[in-house]
């Protein structure tokens, strides 16, 4: 079945670096969401890519859909410590209505 | 605007003990509804996922069992409690044909 696979597992990087989460699947995707979780908190939708090559960004948030719809990436540029939590990538549901969550990628911040 | 509540938002329980968790969501109709856990520092494990009134499917076979008894509730119950079904559970939704999941606060669950 479809998967989604998100990497890295753990980022730790300087406040004011910049950071990196990658998400891949084995199948083509109709669109790929992304979602973020305060620690203690609940996920929360970030952004929806749609068309293939796509890039979307809000303030120091960059997302990026593939060419060929099967990976995105999220990239924030110098780091705030408001930035800390969990980024999720998220599959759309096949016939089944499940949607497909990556692992997540937890940021941690070091001041 | 459309809301969605889980109560409660902690709770601690010996071994053994039954469990219900509720979820409601206001503002919209037919929702597509979903109960998640999270063990700590970990990912989103979906349990059960509903696309109407008493229709449910369960992704994990293990003691926690789901309902839907109204349109925009959605129950999350055990008979009997293990150790390992500690955890952050997340109640779900989202609209039909769009995929956007709108998570509610969550409950978190402590069995001792």
């Known amino acids: 079945g479809q998967q989604v696979m998100q990497i890295p597992q753990y980022q730790h990087v300087q406040e004011g670096e910049d950071f990196t989460t990658y998400c891949n699947s084995s199948?083509?995707?109709?669109?790929i969401q992304w979602y973020k979780q305060r620690p203690g908190g609940h996920p929360v939708f970030l952004i929806q890519l749609v068309k293939s090559g796509e890039v979307k960004k809000q303030k120091r948030l960059t997302f990026q859909f593939g060419e060929a719809k099967k990976n995105s990436s999220l990239h924030i540029t110098a780091t705030q410590t408001t930035d800390v939590g969990t980024y999720f990538c998220?599959?759309?549901?096949?016939?089944?209505?499940?949607?497909?969550f990556g692992k997540g990628t937890r940021l941690h911040i070091l001041p | 605007s459309q809301t969605i509540h889980q109560w409660p938002a902690t709770l601690v329980q010996p071994v053994g003990s039954p469990l219900s968790l509720e979820c409601t969501v206001e503002?919209?109709?037919?929702?597509?509804l979903y109960w998640y856990r999270q063990a700590a520092g970990r990912g989103l494990q979906l349990l059960f996922y509903s696309i109407g009134i008493d229709q449910i499917s369960s992704e994990v076979p293990q003691n926690l069992s789901a309902s839907r008894p109204q349109d925009r509730q959605f129950i999350l119950s055990s008979k009997k409690l293990l150790l390992s079904d500690s955890g952050f559970y997340l109640c779900?939704?989202?609209?039909?044909?769009?995929?956007?999941?709108?998570f509610g606060p969550g409950t978190r669950l402590t069995v001792l």
């Open positions: 998220a599959g759309p549901p096949g016939r089944d209505d499940k949607i497909i």
């Open positions: 199948t083509t995707l109709s669109n």
């Open positions: 779900a939704w989202n609209r039909l044909l769009t995929d956007t999941q709108y």
């Open positions: 503002g919209t109709s037919n929702p597509n």
